[in-house]
């Protein structure tokens, strides 16, 4: 098991990258398997989650290579992939399993997906009850609501379907699977979810339609219609979140961060941040595949607390571990309402963040929906635990910088599932 040291009270300064973003580089890999032609992917990230992706294709069928630090994926359209002759594991990957389940739904073979001790844990019945009124014949454990999944494709017929959360793993596994559906798939999310699927879907060719009071559809048929691209994938917003929050509680610091995708549906974390009283700003702005980006800077702020419910959390449903360590070095009570979706990702991720800052002396209430946050109170150096939750982690290497004394974060080898070199970076911002 490895453990990360942190010594407290030290400043973070730079102009660094952080890794691309892993929601596009799951999707890129994605499309660019079903695409017809070649696919060029620059900036993919090479983390655990997203080359499982990879790898997930390779095993179907799928040829792809490194070319430097380009991902170069040769497609042969939707019906170019193949039964794998294993069983597909997708590790600790929530995005690659109900993706690829969604995927995989609409072929006429025979797959079966799984993951690790943590993925095998987390809510699949989501994704599976609506493939199966699509007519997708899929099994697994507890009904199907667990992995792993076995999963008998093809025939599929579109749906008329009214999501029951903003879900973009939802979305875009119904979505994927309407590629191949008799007929339209016409959706309904209830909220603001990333849209990365759609975007890249029409930047690969499919037509996307969308409709007043959140409807969007896809035909049948319009996977014909994908054919490979170049991609450049703009660094990860959720990574670069870790950084941000490092700079603004820790005195003397500043930081900026190139090329950062700023897609709308992801920026939650900048808006709660500024809101709270830091001094964040956005420069250069541009956009690469219809993704924006732009430089990011953060300054240290005194911040205060504030009420985080509705819409707000789920355009920063993946950052609120790091919120929660910038409310407890917040003057005043943080509310956060609605969030009750972190209680099942790769840990419950509302109790392993209240537990352990409670351990490194924060005053946090753990609530059904989401916590209450006291800040203010110096935090001390401890041994705290990352619950194998890459995310955690890092938001406890980030809170442990503004500590007194030494913080040890217990199994820290989930961090490369989204993260590799968080470490190392992290070092050399905290060097000066």
Known sequence: MTNLAILGKKRVQGDIRVPGDKSISHRSAILGSIAR??????GFLK????????????????????EGESLIIRGHGLKGLSESEDVIDLGNSGTGIRLLTGLVSGFDQFTVLTGDESLRSRPMGRVVEPLRRMGARIDGRSGGKLAPLSIHGGNLKGLKYEMPVASAQLKSALLLAGLWAEGATELREPGPARDHTEIMLEGFGARVEREEGGWMRIRGGAGDDLVGREITVPGDISSAAFFLTAAIITPGSEI???????NPRRTGALDILREMGADIKLSERGSSANEPYADIT?????????????????RAIDEFPVLAVA???AEG?????????????ESDRIAAMAFELDRMGASVEDLPNGMIINGGKPLKGTVVDSHGDHRVAMSLAIAALGAEAETVIHDT???ATSFPGFEKLLEEATAG
């Not at 983390?47 to 490194?66: H, P, S, Y």
Request: aromatic residues 6%; proline residues 0%.
């Open 256 to 262: 900026t961060i190139r090329r950062v995708g700023v």
């Open 47 to 66: 983390g655990d989650d997203t080359l499982g992706t990879l790898i997930a294709f390779r095993k179907m069928g799928v040829e792809w290579r490194w």
């Open 37 to 42: 032609g070649t696919t060029t992917v620059k």
């Open 413 to 415: 080898e989930c961090i």
């Open 327 to 329: 409310a407890a070095y």
């Open 298 to 314: 953060a300054r240290h702020s005194r911040l205060k607390g504030i009420t985080i419910e509705g819409d707000r959390v789920v």
């Open 333 to 345: 009570r943080t509310v956060v309402r609605d969030a009750q979706e972190l209680r099942v990702k």
